[in-house]
């Protein structure tokens, strides 16, 4: 009779199929050599422009998109805006104010944001560009990245990305738009958020108080 040999149970974590080798200053390594770096924009109300200022904000746009020399990627994110905090902050404010007609106002003003909240869905867009590295940037191809080094890496990263960087960033400027290069501490947010959706996003502790996890076979 044959017999069957018992097998372990297969030991792996999500971590595995996690993109993302390591996050350093303002540059995202990924497990096959390509990094990035991201560039967070902030927005303006299109609606709020005059026809000039909206057909003039366009023809920005696209000026700066047809000046890029270099690939990049714009990503969208959407989340709710908790505001419990701002209504808790409203009813502060309505308890202490001793003026009726304020009061009143205050009261006024706070059930019109609630009426709001029933009624719509109240969204926070945030805006980010983001500036790809390409392990062929260094003639090497996928099959080829398993003797390079890490810090190897992160510094043809940084000598490739920062120019386009901060071309892309003087582009923006000139559109009348602010963007702001992401950091360790924003970035790990940002891909936690990403891989841990939720309905209003969340805040994580600085990065340097948490201990790295070590995963092992045995």
Same mark, same amino acid.
């Given at each position: ?88 902050? #409203? @009813?502060?404010? +309505? ?6 007609? /304020?009061? %009143?106002?205050? &009261?006024?003003? =706070? ?24 392990? #062929? @940037?260094?003639? +090497? ?6 003797? /390079?080094? %890490?810090?190897? &890496?992160?510094? =043809? ?24 290069? #992401? ?10 958020? /990403? ?6 996003? =969340? ?16």
């Amino acid at each position: 009779m044959k017999t069957t040999k018992p097998t372990s149970p297969v030991k792996a974590s999500t971590q595995s199929f996690i993109e993302i080798e390591e996050i350093k200053d303002d540059i995202v390594l990924m497990k096959d050599f390509s990094a990035a770096t991201v560039i967070e924009v902030g927005a303006v109300n299109f609606w709020l422009l005059s026809t000039e200022e909206q057909s003039s904000m366009i023809y920005a746009y696209s000026g700066l998109l047809n000046s890029l020399s270099f690939p990049i990627q714009i990503l969208i994110i959407s989340k709710k805006i908790d505001v419990s905090t701002y209504l808790d902050y #409203l @009813e502060d404010k +309505i308890n202490k104010q001793k003026a009726d007609i /304020l009061q %009143k106002r205050m &009261v006024g003003y =706070r059930e019109f944001i609630k009426s709001i909240i029933r009624i719509n869905t109240v969204l926070e867009k945030r805006f980010f560009f983001v500036v790809p590295f390409s392990p #062929l @940037e260094m003639g +090497i191809s996928g099959a080829n990245t398993s003797s /390079l080094n %890490k810090g190897y &890496v992160f510094t =043809r990263a940084k000598t490739a990305l920062y120019p386009k960087r901060d071309n892309l960033l003087r582009l923006i400027m000139k559109i009348g738009l602010k963007g702001t290069v #992401l950091q360790r501490q924003e970035l790990t947010e940002l891909y936690y958020n /990403l891989y841990n959706p939720s309905a209003t996003g =969340r805040r994580l502790a600085p990065i340097e108080s948490y201990t790295d996890v070590i995963m092992t076979s045995g």
